[in-house]
């Protein structure tokens, strides 16, 4: 089966290079005609559904793709963005400045990050695993779209592609464009096309 792992809608803070967290963003100008261009760059995946996290920024841009596909789309909580609580907002230089000790923990080793007043990342990988692996058993062959900001984004894709987390921070700053993993089961299992 193939799933496509599509970033949310572009927002003025995603361009800033700052991070999203949960925080309830507008999607930038451009958004909905670059929605258009993916669900166009899709089409032979042949998605049967679109998943998305419930915020604004992936709603509409799950929306938009399922409706140009003539899918589907369905808001899951499971998907919603990790919550990095205080880093909300912040540049990567500004996290590095404030919190380097974190900011290397990221790099390194992810797992051991637990944001202040947010979400300990073992614990949203935990919950993106647990959501992939009971969308792909659902959804059997069957293509399947995923609609996420950039954090929860790169944790399917590493869990997805390799099965390891290490390179989310890495794979979370360049989640621009969608990515295609064809999958042979439940995270861990699977190779990039």
């Known amino acids: ?18 991070l999203l967290g949960r925080v309830e963003l507008s999607p930038a100008a451009g958004g ?11 089409r032979s995946v042949r998605l049967t559904r679109v998943f998305h996290s419930p915020d604004e920024l992936c709603t509409r841009a799950g929306q938009t793709i399922a409706r140009r596909l003539n899918v589907l ?3 899951l909580d499971e998907l919603v ?5 205080l880093w909300a907002g912040l540049t990567e230089q500004q996290l590095k400045k404030r919190y380097a000790t974190a900011h290397r923990e990221l ?19 935990a919950r993106v695993r647990a959501c992939l692996g009971k969308r792909i058993r659902r959804n059997g ?53």
């Open 73 to 75: 789309a369905k808001a």
């Open 107 to 125: 790099c390194e080793s992810p797992l051991n990050v637990s944001p202040p007043e947010g979400e300990s990342f073992r614990a949203a990988v």
């Open 32 to 42: 909905p005609g670059l929605c258009v261009e993916w669900a166009e760059q899709l």
């Open 141 to 193: 062959r069957a293509g399947l779209g995923l609609v996420m900001r950039p954090l929860s984004l790169a944790m399917a894709r590493c869990l997805l592609e390799q099965g390891e987390i290490t390179k989310v921070w890495e794979m979370s700053q360049s989640a621009d464009e969608p990515v295609v993993v064809e999958c042979a089961g439940p995270p861990g299992t699977s190779v990039r096309s």
């Open 81 to 85: 963005e990790v919550d990095v609580g």
């Open 1 to 18: 089966m193939k799933v496509a792992l599509i970033p949310c809608a572009g927002s003025d803070w995603r361009e800033q290079g700052r």
